[in-house]
């Protein structure tokens, strides 16, 4: 019982600070949040709103007001794009795991139907599930939950799957971040 309370107090701990971000995000201008935290700060705090704000598709709206506040108050794209994109990928890769540890309490149906589905994409190309994940994660405006828990399933190796989801979350991180400074919000 005490280790479930310690662990609450962590969780709780870490949703209380990423709370206080998003708070800071919505009610501060951009300026003034980099001036407040100094630039370097900026980055590891989009790191930790990435890693634990980015797990979930519904906490996903921080990470991404995070960079959008961000950008628009000068910030290099391309620093944020790194920070960004492996906090994100942290988050990622426990939905990977989760969904290749899942297997074995699925049923034998969808075991079946995930080997047959990763034996076509590999065998039309070895490079297929490589690129079909730095597509979705880099340019698909859908949650990569969905991808990784599938791509999981299906028995991937986290070796073939974990560099082109970091380089995808990178690339979405980037591409926002550009898009916001040039866009002129």
Do not use: C
């Amino acid at each position: 019982m005490k280790r479930f309370m310690a662990d609450k107090k962590k969780f709780f701990g870490i949703v209380a600070i990423i709370t206080f971000f998003l708070l800071l995000v919505i009610f501060q201008v951009p300026d003034r949040i980099v001036d407040r935290f100094g630039e370097d700060q900026a980055y590891l705090a989009l790191f930790l709103i990435a890693a634990f704000g980015g797990v979930s598709v519904f906490t996903s709206a921080s990470y991404f007001g995070t960079i959008i506040a961000f950008s628009s108050a000068g910030l290099n794209p391309w620093l944020l794009g790194l920070a960004g994109g492996a906090g994100v990928t942290i988050g990622d890769s426990l939905f990977f795991l989760f969904g290749n540890h899942s297997r074995v309490i699925v049923s034998k149906n969808i075991d079946k139907l995930m080997d047959h589905a990763r034996s076509k994409l590999e065998r039309f190309n070895k490079w297929s599930v490589p690129i079909f994940v730095y597509l979705y994660a880099g340019f698909s405006p859908l949650p990569n939950e969905f991808m990784t828990i599938s791509v999981g399933l299906s028995g991937a190796k986290y070796r073939i799957v974990g560099p082109p989801l970091l380089l995808g979350n990178i690339t979405v991180t980037i591409l926002t971040a550009f898009i916001i400074r040039y866009a002129g919000i």
